[in-house]
């Protein structure tokens, strides 16, 4: 009873780009920058692709809610091991505020018609660390969650999943079908090898809007500005404790 | 904001990121071992205490003066106490280069700010005829960046100012002290980069690398420090400065003096300000990690990459399996594919990614479908391409791991390149840990390193002048340390 997996994957700028606010402050600069897939769904799709491995999955759908370019976002995936791709064209002051919310209704209404066991995502992504889009796609399916998740194993009928928590490892059994997401020490992301990225083009890769999955993804949210956080001021030195109780008697600190 | 819990993995992936502050949380998993074993290789390298020079090798000190009392109260009148160093351990590191294979017996370490302290320390030891070492940020692999007997070190370290960018021109005007990985930095927050790259940038200043004419990762698309250095202002040796630090590309004016400064290492002038073109960022960076099964292979890759790749082709360095398995097996990085004797990393930068993508993909096809190339990899986000370039950037310290490392800085013809490894191999045969070979492909420079376990003259006898006829029957170049006495002796 081999599963079927429905990964997602979002195009972030790099994690090594040093981010500039637009200079209108509707946002960040992103043209021209380097982009790749958030490193939590890499994670993501490397469990997917180790499952197939160990047979616990037998078929991986990529899916990619963005502009043209998610397609290559899509790529990387299929050049990892997943088997097809799906991009959902979200482009425009759609895209820009394009919400987990959104993307939830999205990969559940998906998970339904790609007759998925399992959906997997990233915890967060590095753009804006939402950590939202697993847990609402659980409750749109009314599925059970198995959130951080840093190990995967097959039990019976269902999975047993170790889970970082704030005070270390939750071990819990879930039934599927189920939505997982990725933490940092789930796996290292294996690198494509030339032979797999040359077969993964011509795997398929089929293109869908959201009219076409009956998902609503006008703007919830209006971004009123984007701004730099406050520059760091110099410290000050005093010579001795009194200076000091000066000093923050006269910032209104004591 | 990348999450600090990403900044791990990046860690995890096998690149040390010097720059971050990082709290670690003691209870991670194996996988963070690598921080500890760059601990450990920094314990190991100190441990060793290498020889001092004048002992290991027959080396005379020059008729120089001796230090005296009246000269540290001339050097603290000047630069005041806390920058006048006479304490073993605050010399130590200055004494001794980062392989730990050569040590000086230096007494005196300065650290100037200004170009004006620098000139008036080479005056008064003009007089005095006190011997000098300049250095930099003492990262050197062939023995020249420390003293060989009683030299006064004066260190730029403290001469680290960026003096100007000029945003149109591209032009950068620093003082030697800069570190090269600090001034890639803060041109990269302004859309330029350094037109060097080399794998010690996080301690290596540029005074340091005009110097030695470094050349780097980067020299196969940027060219070398001749051609993108504009400007050099240097202190002679009897104190006058010489300003020739010129800002314009083109400037035929008189004598073309600066490129006597670039590569003659201090023993013309002491390097206090440079001016450097600098390229813009370029907007796409691209890495491919190769492997092939022999040396005909990674020629032909070449070839076809200069054919294919063209002008975004930016670096292209070549790895033997050898040099890879020291830093697989000593510092635990991963290889991303398998195992085969060769490996090439091939970079290709440009101004538009959809273009290098197409390029790059057409040229990847190319060369796996005829069988040149076996297997590679093309990384898919920076942490990738920081994980690849350790592979080649970290060899150095890998080898350091074996015991003792025989350092040769190489230029042959590119087809000699494994023939020569093979040679020194059958050379030493037994006696010895590994021979390796990498290097800059592009620019015909191979590292050739021979480690054993600890230091053997034995070694020493087979390799040496057996590798420098080698070298010159194919009409190269190899780089010495730069004392001109220990070239005599050997």
């Given amino acids: 009873m081999a599963l079927r997996a429905l990964v997602g994957v979002k195009r972030v700028v790099d994690y090594a780009v040093r981010v500039r606010v637009k200079p209108d402050k509707t946002g960040v600069v992103t043209d021209g920058v380097k982009h790749s897939m958030n490193p939590f769904d890499e994670i993501a799709v490397e469990e997917a692709v180790r499952l197939k491995e160990k047979k616990i999955v037998s078929e991986i759908v990529a899916v990619s809610c963005g502009p043209t370019q998610s397609q ?49 995502v990233g915890k967060q992504a590095i753009d804006d660390d939402c950590n939202q889009t697993a847990q609402m796609t659980a409750a749109f399916l009314d599925w059970p969650q198995a959130v951080f998740a840093s190990k995967i194993e097959k039990e019976g009928d269902g999975l047993t999943v170790t889970r970082e928590i704030d005070g270390g490892l939750e071990t819990i059994k879930v039934k599927l079908p189920a939505v997982i997401s990725a933490d940092l020490r789930l796996n290292e992301p294996r690198y494509a090898t030339l032979p797999n990225i040359m077969k993964a083009k011509k795997k398929p890769l089929e293109k869908k809007t959201p009219k076409d999955l009956g998902v609503d993804v006008s703007p919830r949210i209006e971004v009123v500005s984007v701004e730099d956080p406050p520059t760091r001021e110099a410290g000050a030195k005093v010579e001795d404790v009194d200076q000091l109780i000066e000093k923050l008697k006269k910032l209104g600190r004591i | 904001m990348p999450s600090f819990e990403y900044k791990l993995s990046v860690l995890k992936s096998g690149h040390c990121v010097n720059k971050e502050r990082i709290n670690l949380d003691m209870n991670l998993q194996p996988g963070l071992r690598l921080l500890s074993n760059i601990c450990r290789i920094r314990g190991f390298a100190s441990q060793v205490q290498a020889p ?163 050349g780097g990762l980067r020299l196969l698309r940027y060219g070398s420090l001749h051609a993108t250095v504009l400007g050099v202002e240097a202190v002679i040796p009897n104190g006058t400065v010489m300003d020739c630090l010129s800002l314009m590309k083109k400037d035929n004016t008189g004598y073309d003096l600066k490129h006597l400064f670039i590569g003659s290492e201090g023993t013309l002038g002491f390097v206090t300000k440079v001016a450097i073109q600098c390229p ?59 195992d085969f004797p060769f490996y090439m990393l091939i970079e290709a930068s440009g101004s538009n990614e959809t273009h290098d993508e197409e390029k790059l993909n057409t040229f990847l096809e190319k060369i796996m479908s005829n069988g040149t190339v076996t297997d590679g990899t093309v990384a898919s986000d920076s942490s990738q391409m920081l994980a690849i370039w350790a592979l080649r950037e970290r060899i150095a310290e890998g080898l350091l791991y074996d015991g003792y490392v025989y350092k040769y800085d190489i230029s042959v013809p590119l087809t000699t390149f494994d023939d020569f490894v093979q040679d020194v191999w059958k050379q030493v045969g037994d006696d010895v840990v590994r021979v390796c070979g990498y290097g800059h492909l592009g620019d015909s420079n191979i590292h050739l390193n021979i480690t054993s376990k600890t230091y053997d003259p034995k070694v020493t006898s087979k390799l040496e002048p057996f590798v420098y006829e080698w070298t010159s029957k194919k009409k190269g170049w190899r780089s010495r340390p730069s004392n001109a006495q220990l070239e005599e002796n050997v």
């Fill in chain 2, 280 to 338: 813009v960022k370029p907007k796409s960076v691209k890495l491919a990690f190769l492997g092939m099964d022999n040396f005909q292979s990674v020629l032909e890759t070449f070839k076809r990459a200069k054919q294919d790749l063209g002008e975004i082709l930016s670096s292209c360095e070549y790895i033997d399996r050898a040099s890879i398995t020291s830093v697989t097996d000593n510092l635990n990085v991963k290889n991303p594919i398998g």
């Fill in chain 2, 52 to 214: 001092l020079t004048s002992e290991r090798y027959k080396v005379t000190r020059g008729n120089f003066a001796a230090l005296n009392d009246k000269d540290l109260g001339y050097f603290e009148s000047l630069l005041g106490k806390t920058r006048v160093l006479t304490e073993e351990s605050d010399l130590e590191g200055h004494n001794t280069d980062w392989l730990h294979m050569v040590r000086g017996a230096s007494k005196l370490l300065l650290k100037p700010k200004t170009t004006e302290e620098v000139s008036a320390i080479l005056k008064y030891c003009n007089e005095r005829k006190l011997a000098v070492c300049p250095q930099g940020g003492n990262t050197g692999l062939v023995g020249g960046s420390v003293p060989v007997f009683d030299e006064i070190v004066v260190c730029t370290s403290l001469m680290n100012n960026i003096i100007s960018l000029d945003e149109w021109s591209g032009v950068m005007v620093c003082q030697a002290g800069c570190v090269l990985e600090a001034l890639n930095d803060y041109l990269m927050e302004r859309n330029f980069i350094m037109p060097l790259d080399l794998g010690a940038k996080g301690s290596c200043q540029i005074g340091g690398n005009v110097s030695t004419n470094a």
């Fill in chain 1, 72 to 120: 290559e976002t899509l790529r990387t995936a299929l050049a990892m091991g997943v088997d097809k791709a799906v991009h959902v064209e979200v482009t425009g002051p759609e895209y820009n505020n394009l919400q987990p919310i959104h993307v939830a209704k999205i990969l559940a209404k998906l998970a339904t018609e790609q007759k998925a066991d399992l959906v997997i």
